[in-house]
Protein backbone atom coordinates (compact mmCIF):
# COMPACT_ATOMS: atom_id res chain seq x y z
CA UNK A 1 0.00 0.00 0.00
CA UNK A 2 0.72 3.73 0.18
CA UNK A 3 3.45 4.87 2.52
CA UNK A 4 3.44 8.31 3.87
CA UNK A 5 6.54 10.49 5.23
CA UNK A 6 6.22 14.21 6.93
CA UNK A 7 8.41 16.36 8.21
CA UNK A 8 9.14 17.66 10.44
CA UNK A 9 7.28 16.16 13.04
CA UNK A 10 7.55 19.77 15.30
CA UNK A 11 7.96 23.28 13.82
CA UNK A 12 8.28 26.71 15.60
CA UNK A 13 8.27 29.69 14.14
CA UNK A 14 8.70 33.77 14.70
CA UNK A 15 4.82 35.22 13.74
CA UNK A 16 5.21 36.87 10.56
CA UNK A 17 7.96 33.90 9.20
CA UNK A 18 7.11 31.40 6.41
CA UNK A 19 6.16 27.58 7.58
CA UNK A 20 7.38 24.85 5.02
CA UNK A 21 6.21 21.16 5.98
CA UNK A 22 7.09 18.04 3.45
CA UNK A 23 5.91 14.85 2.93
CA UNK A 24 6.90 12.08 0.29
CA UNK A 25 4.84 9.51 -0.82
CA UNK A 26 5.07 5.61 -2.47
CA UNK A 27 2.86 5.00 -4.61
CA UNK A 28 3.22 6.95 -8.09
CA UNK A 29 -0.36 6.11 -8.71
CA UNK A 30 -1.78 8.38 -6.39
CA UNK A 31 -3.65 11.15 -7.51
CA UNK A 32 -4.79 13.67 -5.08
CA UNK A 33 -3.51 15.17 -1.88
CA UNK A 34 -5.28 17.01 0.57
CA UNK A 35 -3.78 19.21 3.62
CA UNK A 36 -5.71 19.07 6.93
CA UNK A 37 -5.59 21.30 9.98
CA UNK A 38 -6.42 19.86 13.12
CA UNK A 39 -6.64 22.21 15.99
CA UNK A 40 -6.81 20.65 19.59
CA UNK A 41 -9.69 18.53 20.16
CA UNK A 42 -10.92 19.60 17.07
CA UNK A 43 -11.72 17.51 13.80
CA UNK A 44 -9.21 17.97 10.81
CA UNK A 45 -10.72 20.67 8.53
CA UNK A 46 -9.26 20.65 4.42
CA UNK A 47 -7.23 24.04 4.13
CA UNK A 48 -5.82 22.87 0.79
CA UNK A 49 -5.51 20.36 -1.83
CA UNK A 50 -3.77 19.42 -5.47
CA UNK A 51 -4.59 16.71 -8.02
CA UNK A 52 -2.07 15.42 -10.06
CA UNK A 53 -2.18 16.94 -12.72
CA UNK A 54 -1.39 20.69 -11.22
CA UNK A 55 2.39 21.32 -9.84
CA UNK A 56 1.13 24.23 -7.61
CA UNK A 57 -2.03 26.15 -6.18
CA UNK A 58 -2.18 28.97 -4.17
CA UNK A 59 -4.94 30.31 -1.58
CA UNK A 60 -4.18 33.66 -0.03
CA UNK A 61 -0.95 32.75 2.42
CA UNK A 62 -1.10 28.99 1.92
CA UNK A 63 0.61 27.22 -0.94
CA UNK A 64 0.65 23.73 -1.84
CA UNK A 65 3.59 22.55 -4.26
CA UNK A 66 3.81 18.63 -5.92
CA UNK A 67 6.93 17.24 -7.52
CA UNK A 68 5.32 13.77 -9.07
CA UNK A 69 9.07 12.80 -10.32
CA UNK A 70 10.75 12.69 -7.21
CA UNK A 71 6.85 11.84 -5.27
CA UNK A 72 6.84 14.75 -2.38
CA UNK A 73 4.94 17.83 -2.19
CA UNK A 74 4.71 20.40 0.36
CA UNK A 75 2.80 22.97 2.36
CA UNK A 76 3.88 26.97 2.52
CA UNK A 77 2.39 29.44 4.90
CA UNK A 78 3.64 32.73 4.27
CA UNK A 79 3.11 35.65 7.04
CA UNK A 80 2.50 33.18 9.91
CA UNK A 81 -0.24 34.66 12.24
CA UNK A 82 -0.46 32.97 15.72
CA UNK A 83 -4.06 31.29 15.22
CA UNK A 84 -2.20 28.97 12.48
CA UNK A 85 -0.79 27.31 15.70
CA UNK A 86 -2.39 23.34 14.75
CA UNK A 87 -1.03 20.29 13.89
CA UNK A 88 -1.03 19.74 9.91
CA UNK A 89 -1.67 16.45 8.06
CA UNK A 90 -0.17 15.43 4.60
CA UNK A 91 -2.17 12.61 2.90
CA UNK A 92 -2.48 10.93 -0.61
CA UNK A 93 -5.38 9.56 -1.83
CA UNK A 94 -5.74 6.70 -5.00
CA UNK A 95 -8.59 6.85 -7.36
CA UNK A 96 -10.44 8.56 -4.26
CA UNK A 97 -11.04 5.69 -2.18
CA UNK A 98 -8.17 5.16 0.25
CA UNK A 99 -6.52 8.07 1.61
CA UNK A 100 -2.85 7.69 3.77
CA UNK A 101 -2.03 10.09 6.45
CA UNK A 102 1.49 11.56 7.44
CA UNK A 103 2.16 11.82 11.18
CA UNK A 104 1.44 15.32 11.46
CA UNK A 105 3.68 18.30 12.03
CA UNK A 106 2.79 20.66 15.27
CA UNK A 107 2.99 23.83 14.16
CA UNK A 108 3.99 26.69 17.14
CA UNK A 109 3.69 30.30 15.87
CA UNK A 110 5.29 32.77 18.36
CA UNK A 111 4.35 36.21 18.87
CA UNK B 1 -26.85 20.77 7.50
CA UNK B 2 -25.26 18.80 10.23
CA UNK B 3 -22.57 17.31 7.87
CA UNK B 4 -21.12 14.53 9.30
CA UNK B 5 -22.38 13.73 12.72
CA UNK B 6 -21.10 10.86 15.26
CA UNK B 7 -21.97 9.38 18.74
CA UNK B 8 -21.09 9.09 21.33
CA UNK B 9 -18.31 11.77 21.88
CA UNK B 10 -17.10 9.68 24.70
CA UNK B 11 -16.79 6.76 26.24
CA UNK B 12 -15.08 3.83 28.71
CA UNK B 13 -14.90 0.42 28.24
CA UNK B 14 -13.96 -2.82 30.35
CA UNK B 15 -11.51 -5.07 28.80
CA UNK B 16 -13.56 -7.35 26.92
CA UNK B 17 -16.77 -5.26 26.74
CA UNK B 18 -18.40 -4.44 23.12
CA UNK B 19 -19.72 -1.54 21.64
CA UNK B 20 -21.19 -0.04 18.38
CA UNK B 21 -19.80 3.93 17.46
CA UNK B 22 -22.44 5.52 15.15
CA UNK B 23 -21.74 7.86 12.66
CA UNK B 24 -23.86 9.75 10.08
CA UNK B 25 -24.07 12.38 7.13
CA UNK B 26 -26.24 14.58 5.18
CA UNK B 27 -24.33 15.33 2.69
CA UNK B 28 -25.39 12.46 0.01
CA UNK B 29 -21.78 11.25 -0.12
CA UNK B 30 -21.64 7.86 -1.73
CA UNK B 31 -18.14 7.16 0.64
CA UNK B 32 -18.27 6.85 4.45
CA UNK B 33 -14.55 5.73 6.47
CA UNK B 34 -12.97 4.93 9.74
CA UNK B 35 -9.96 6.52 10.97
CA UNK B 36 -8.71 5.87 14.70
CA UNK B 37 -6.26 8.60 15.50
CA UNK B 38 -2.83 8.05 18.33
CA UNK B 39 -0.42 10.11 19.49
CA UNK B 40 1.99 10.60 16.81
CA UNK B 41 0.53 8.08 14.39
CA UNK B 42 -1.76 10.45 12.47
CA UNK B 43 -5.01 9.05 11.14
CA UNK B 44 -4.76 5.30 9.85
CA UNK B 45 -7.92 3.69 8.25
CA UNK B 46 -9.73 1.15 10.21
CA UNK B 47 -12.49 0.13 7.08
CA UNK B 48 -14.23 2.31 4.38
CA UNK B 49 -17.22 2.18 2.62
CA UNK B 50 -17.10 3.20 -1.19
CA UNK B 51 -21.15 2.75 -1.71
CA UNK B 52 -23.89 1.90 0.11
CA UNK B 53 -23.91 -1.97 0.45
CA UNK B 54 -19.98 -1.93 0.19
CA UNK B 55 -17.43 -2.34 2.69
CA UNK B 56 -13.30 -2.89 2.55
CA UNK B 57 -10.69 -3.85 5.01
CA UNK B 58 -7.92 -0.32 5.70
CA UNK B 59 -4.61 -0.09 7.40
CA UNK B 60 -5.62 -1.49 10.45
CA UNK B 61 -9.14 -3.59 10.34
CA UNK B 62 -8.24 -6.47 13.18
CA UNK B 63 -10.35 -6.11 16.41
CA UNK B 64 -13.36 -4.12 14.26
CA UNK B 65 -16.58 -4.75 12.25
CA UNK B 66 -18.43 -2.09 10.14
CA UNK B 67 -21.79 -1.76 9.02
CA UNK B 68 -22.94 0.24 6.06
CA UNK B 69 -26.61 0.25 7.52
CA UNK B 70 -27.59 3.14 4.53
CA UNK B 71 -26.39 5.77 2.26
CA UNK B 72 -26.38 8.07 5.37
CA UNK B 73 -24.94 5.90 8.21
CA UNK B 74 -21.69 3.63 8.52
CA UNK B 75 -21.24 2.23 12.45
CA UNK B 76 -18.03 0.73 13.67
CA UNK B 77 -18.06 -1.99 16.19
CA UNK B 78 -15.68 -3.68 18.87
CA UNK B 79 -16.85 -6.87 19.97
CA UNK B 80 -14.27 -7.76 22.57
CA UNK B 81 -12.40 -3.82 23.00
CA UNK B 82 -9.04 -4.27 24.30
CA UNK B 83 -6.77 -1.44 26.19
CA UNK B 84 -4.85 -1.46 22.37
CA UNK B 85 -7.61 0.00 20.85
CA UNK B 86 -7.72 3.27 23.37
CA UNK B 87 -7.91 5.98 20.98
CA UNK B 88 -9.79 8.56 19.27
CA UNK B 89 -11.84 7.52 16.01
CA UNK B 90 -13.60 10.09 13.29
CA UNK B 91 -15.74 8.85 10.64
CA UNK B 92 -15.46 11.01 7.51
CA UNK B 93 -17.49 10.94 4.24
CA UNK B 94 -17.00 12.50 0.87
CA UNK B 95 -17.96 12.31 -2.88
CA UNK B 96 -15.32 9.63 -4.52
CA UNK B 97 -12.01 11.73 -5.46
CA UNK B 98 -12.84 14.61 -3.62
CA UNK B 99 -12.24 16.48 -0.20
CA UNK B 100 -13.66 14.50 3.46
CA UNK B 101 -15.23 15.73 5.50
CA UNK B 102 -14.56 14.56 9.69
CA UNK B 103 -17.32 14.05 11.77
CA UNK B 104 -16.29 15.58 16.11
CA UNK B 105 -14.81 12.75 16.74
CA UNK B 106 -15.11 9.77 19.91
CA UNK B 107 -12.60 9.37 22.59
CA UNK B 108 -12.72 5.72 23.70
CA UNK B 109 -11.02 4.82 26.67
CA UNK B 110 -10.30 0.74 27.50
CA UNK B 111 -9.66 -0.01 30.73
Known amino acids: GENVEQHPSTLSVQEGDSAVIKCTYSDSASNYFPWYKQELGKRPQLIIDIRSNVGEKKDQRIAVTLNKTAKHFSLHITETQPEDSAVYFC??????????FGTGTSLTVIP | NAGVTQTPKFQVLKTGQSMTLQCAQDMNHNSMYWYRQDPGMGLRLIYYSASEGTTDKGEVPNGYNVSRLNKREFSLRLESAAPSQTSVYFCASNFRGDEQYFGPGTRLTVT
Open chain 1, 91 to 100: AASLAGNQFY
